[in-house]
C-alpha cells in the first residue's frame, strides 16, 4: 500500500478573495495544513490580487481567452512541484492539458460545466471539453460539489466521483442581532454573467430610499466593472457603494445588515455559496 501523501499541490486557474470557489478551495487548504500537511497553491498571477500567504504561488497569465488565463508556465511549474498529489480545480482547458501525461497521481474537482461561448468559439471550446474530459479520465477521482454535475457525460468515465457539497463556517456567517438597512446586497465577483447590469436597472424603478451595496472583488472583466461602476454612479448617485475585498467578517455583517440579497446570475448557477452564507446569516434572498 502507498504512504499517504503528504505534500499537495492545488492547481486553480485564479485565486483571489471572494469568489465562491476561491474561498472553497481556501478552506480545503487550510484544513490539510491544520492536519499537517505540505500545501502549495499553484495559481495565475493579477495586479489586482492582494499579497499572499506563503503557501501560494503564481505564475504570469499573458493574456485571458474566453474569461480564462492563459498561462503556458502551468505545465512546467507542475513537473517542478514537490508534491505527492496534485488537486486539479476545473474545468480549465490549459491547466487539464497541463497534468496530461503527469506521472504524479491527481484528483480533479469539477465546479461547473463548461461555459457557453459565441458560436465562432465553438471549435475552441469543442477541444477544450476533450481535453477537460481526457483529464478526468486519468483522474484517480472526481469530486463535485452539485449533484446535476454528476449527468454530465464528461464525469462518466468508470473512476470514483464524489458528491461533496459546500458548507458554511457557522462561527462566522450566523445571525448577530444587527439592524438592517433599506439596502439591496451584491456580492462576488464582478463579471457580466452575475447580472450586476441588471441589478443596477432594477434598481431604478424600486423606491428611492433603497441603497445598492455591492460587495466583491474584480479580476479579469475589469472594463465591465469599471462601465457599471460609472453607470451605478450615474443613476444611483450617493444610494450606490462599493465594497472591496471584503474579508469574511465584513461579509457576515454585511448580510446582517442587508434589507435584502440580490442574486442575478445570467448563468447556470451550480452552486451558489452567497445564497448558502446569506441563508446562515438569517438575510432574504
Known amino acids: 500500500m502507498s504512504p499517504a501523501p503528504r505534500r499537495i499541490l492545488h492547481v486553480i486557474p485564479w485565486y483571489a478573495a471572494g469568489g465562491g470557489v476561491q474561498r472553497y478551495v481556501r478552506e480545503i487548504v487550510a484544513h490539510q495544513q491544520s492536519e499537517g500537511l505540505e500545501v502549495t497553491l499553484l495559481t495565475t498571477s493579477s495586479h ?16 485571458f481567452l474566453l474569461r480564462t488565463p492563459f498561462a503556458p508556465a502551468f ?5 517542478r ?12 482547458p490549459l491547466v487539464d492539458w497541463s497534468v496530461l ?38 483522474a484517480r477521482g472526481i469530486a463535485v460539489l452539485d449533484p446535476g454535475l454528476l449527468q454530465e457525460p464528461w464525469v ?28 439591496v446586497l451584491f456580492v462576488g465577483h464582478i463579471r457580466p454573467e452575475k447580472g450586476l447590469h441588471l441589478l443596477i436597472d432594477a ?18 472583466a ?18 450606490f457603494v462599493w465594497q472591496a475585498d471584503p474579508t469574511d467578517e465584513e461579509l457576515a455583517r454585511a448580510f446582517n445588515e442587508a434589507g435584502c440579497v440580490a442574486v442575478p446570475s445570467l448563468g447556470l448557477e451550480t452552486w451558489n455559496l452567497v445564497m448558502l452564507e446569506a441563508a446562515a446569516c438569517g438575510a432574504p434572498v
Not at 489586482?48 to 493574456?63: F, G
Not at 491527481?106 to 483529464?135: C, D, E, H, Q, T
Not at 434598481?203 to 479579469?220: I, N, Q
Not at 450615474?234 to 444610494?239: C, S, V
Open 156 to 183: 462518466r468515465a468508470g473512476i470514483p466521483v464524489w458528491h461533496i457539497p459546500p458548507g458554511v463556517d457557522a462561527t462566522v456567517f450566523r445571525p448577530l442581532g444587527l439592524e438592517r438597512r433599506r439596502e
Open 203 to 220: 434598481l431604478r424603478e424600486l423606491p428611492h430610499d433603497l441603497t445598492l451595496r455591492v460587495a466583491g472583488s474584480v479580476k479579469y
Open 48 to 63: 489586482a490580487d492582494a499579497e499572499d500567504p506563503a503557501h501560494v504561488r503564481r505564475i504570469p497569465a499573458p493574456l
Open 75 to 79: 505545465r512546467a511549474s507542475i513537473e
Open 101 to 138: 501525461g503527469i506521472e504524479r497521481p491527481y484528483v480533479y474537482s469539477l465546479y461547473n460545466p463548461f461555459p457557453s461561448s459565441p458560436r465562432m468559439a465553438a471549435p475552441l471550446i469543442g477541444f477544450g471539453k476533450r481535453l477537460s474530459r481526457w483529464a478526468m479520465e486519468r
Open 81 to 92: 512541484a514537490e508534491a505527492d498529489l496534485i488537486h486539479v480545480h476545473g474545468p480549465n
Open 222 to 239: 475589469r472594463s465591465y466593472a469599471n462601465a457599471q461602476f460609472a453607470r451605478a454612479r450615474r443613476l444611483l448617485g450617493d444610494r
